[in-house]
Nanobody, 131 residues
Framework: QVQLVESGGGTAQPGGSLRLSCAAS??????????IYWVRQAPGKGLEWVSA??????TTYYADSVKGRFAISRDPRTLYLQMNQLIPEDTALYRC????????????????????????WGLGTHVVVPS
């Protein structure tokens, strides 16, 4: 069974940086064949798209709220999210998720996040940016 495990969260001051990782372990799918996403959920709010990348890592998408501050990247078994210029509004549980299908972006990027569209996702890592 494949697991996605996030790490790297913590508390950072406004204007600071954190780097999140999402590691794939086990068997069952080939990490490098899937679009992978970062989503987040702030306290008391719904799921929000953060960023997405294609299997090769040469196509990336960002939510307007993080564009210019966050950078997504990947290698064959790990996804990263470099988070710079953090603001209190970035406080959330960050989770990585893979698209259900290979070599296709089929999840509802830009619309309401629907976890049923994910093949799998991790339990998340908390990011706190105090105001």
């Amino acid at each position: 069974q494949v697991q996605l495990v996030e790490s790297g969260g913590g508390t950072a001051q406004p204007g600071g940086s954190l780097r999140l990782s999402c590691a794939a372990s086990g068997t069952g799918f080939t990490f490098s064949e899937h679009w992978i996403y970062w989503v987040r959920q702030a306290p008391g709010k719904g799921l929000e798209w953060v960023s997405a990348t294609n299997p090769k890592g040469d196509t990336t998408y960002y939510a307007d709220s993080v564009k210019g501050r966050f950078a997504i990247s990947r290698d064959p078994r790990t996804l990263y999210l470099q988070m710079n210029q953090l603001i209190p509004e970035d406080t959330a549980l960050y989770r990585c998720a893979r698209d259900r299908y290979t070599h296709a972006l089929t999840a509802s990027w830009g619309r309401v996040v629907s976890p049923a569209e994910f093949g799998s996702w991790g339990l998340g890592t908390h990011v706190v940016v105090p105001s």
